[in-house]
């Protein structure tokens, strides 16, 4: 995710003295690492309130490389390993899968966040009576099933296969950090330039 915000620094710097305009670059640096701070612990509160109870890996899914005074630029990120699943409930789209099919949990007992346990499938594909496959009469309806009734005449649906999976954008990182830098940047900056400026004298 990238977001390009700009400030018109160079207007300010021209109504400066001299001891305000050196400390400039300093407090730019400092008013932009605030206002990623803002964005950091804002996306993480969309997190909480936009996905069904994160774990806390994903909770964590937020870095910041901050600004100097040398290169006034700074950022927000998103992890590699959970960016290559956020970026769905961000953006939406389409995800086809990597292998054969996606695997679909069916009325499965979840974790505390809305999970299904770690290894749960294959626990269950080591019982004699799971199978995964498209049984007979039913096309269309590969998954993986286990065998019910002393005659193991009855199926009962563990998880399905599918062939794509489809996401609605729900998480708005972007706007949600550009709201937050264009209503906080001009404030940081002036309480970091009047700081930067009372410590110089």
């Not at 670059?25 to 690492?33: D, L, W």
Request: glycine residues 8%; proline residues 6%; without cysteine.
């Amino acid at each position: 995710m990238r977001l390009n915000i700009k400030s018109n620094v160079r207007e300010v710097e021209r109504g400066l003295n001299d001891v305000a305009r050196r400390q400039m670059p300093f407090a730019v640096s400092v008013a932009i690492n605030d206002v990623l701070r803002n964005i950091k612990r804002n996306s993480e509160k969309r997190l909480k309130r936009n996905l069904d109870r994160p774990t806390p890996f994903t909770l964590k899914s937020f870095g910041i490389r901050f600004a100097n005074k040398r290169s006034l630029t700074g950022r927000v990120f998103v992890k590699p390993v959970q960016s290559r699943y956020l970026k769905w409930a961000e953006d939406g789209g389409s995800r086809s899968p990597r292998g054969r099919a996606i695997v679909v949990p069916v009325k499965q007992r979840l974790n505390k966040y809305g999970n299904m346990p770690k290894g749960a499938l294959r626990r269950a594909m080591a019982k004699p009576t799971v199978f995964a496959g498209t049984p007979k009469g039913r096309p269309g309806a590969a998954g993986i099933y286990q065998r019910l009734g002393k005659a193991n005449a009855k199926l009962k649906l563990l998880a399905s296969f599918e062939n794509v999976a489809r996401y609605k954008p729900r998480l708005g990182f972007k706007v949600g950090a550009r709201r937050t830098a264009e209503a906080r940047l001009p404030g940081a900056m002036y309480r970091a330039l009047k700081q930067a400026v009372a410590n110089a004298r």
